[in-house]
């Protein structure tokens, strides 16, 4: 005896559900070679690079130098999913500077504080959302 088609169909729509839960959660583009800058947002647009770029600020401390970099107006939804996984500071040589890792259920916007020992003229701020990849803005130390 035939089963009815209707038995299967619900388990199509909690496979095909499913599916679209694990792809919401790493849905950035799989082969990002650099990353997105305000003026260079691959494929999405400017209004979300106006979301993810970082906005940075400095502080002059001693001989070292206070900077924070903050991803203002981007959720930290864990219903979604949707944030910002990290915020990362380098050098214009690429050498890691500090790092601040974050989880969906952080409250936002996404801060982070680097205090670092020595001055920089010129920094990189990077940040990665779960959907929309990394985001770069490069920028000159001016006080």
Same mark, same amino acid.
């Given at each position: 005896? $035939?089963?009815?088609?209707? @038995?299967?169909?619900?388990?199509? @729509? ?10 919401? +959660? ?6 990002? %070679? ?9 494929? *999405?647009? =400017?209004?979300?690079?106006? $979301?993810? #770029?970082? +906005?940075?600020?400095?502080? %002059?401390?001693?001989?070292?130098? $206070?900077?924070?970099?903050?991803? !203002? ?5 864990? +219903? %979604?999913?949707?944030?910002?996984? *990290? &915020?990362?500071?380098? !050098?214009?040589?690429?050498? /890691? ?5 974050? +989880?969906?259920? !952080? ?10 020992? =020595?001055?920089?003229? %010129?920094? /990189? ?5 779960? &959907?929309?990849? &990394? *985001?770069?803005?490069? #920028?000159?130390?001016?006080?």
């Amino acid at each position: 005896m $035939k089963k009815p088609v209707l @038995f299967f169909l619900p388990l199509v @729509f909690v496979a095909a559900g499913a599916m679209l839960s694990l792809a919401a +959660q790493t849905s950035a583009p799989a082969e990002q %070679k650099e990353p997105y800058t305000a003026t260079s947002f691959g494929p *999405w647009n =400017a209004g979300v690079a106006a $979301k993810h #770029v970082p +906005q940075v600020t400095f502080e %002059k401390m001693g001989k070292g130098l $206070k900077v924070t970099v903050q991803i !203002d107006n981007h959720p930290m939804d864990p +219903q %979604k999913p949707h944030w910002i996984m *990290w &915020i990362k500071l380098e !050098d214009m040589k690429g050498n /890691k500077l500090g790092e601040k890792t974050f +989880q969906a259920t !952080d409250p936002g916007p996404a801060v982070a504080v680097f205090e670092l020992p =020595a001055m920089h003229t %010129k920094l /990189k701020a990077l940040e990665r959302c779960n &959907i929309h990849g &990394i *985001w770069l803005n490069e #920028v000159t130390v001016k006080f």
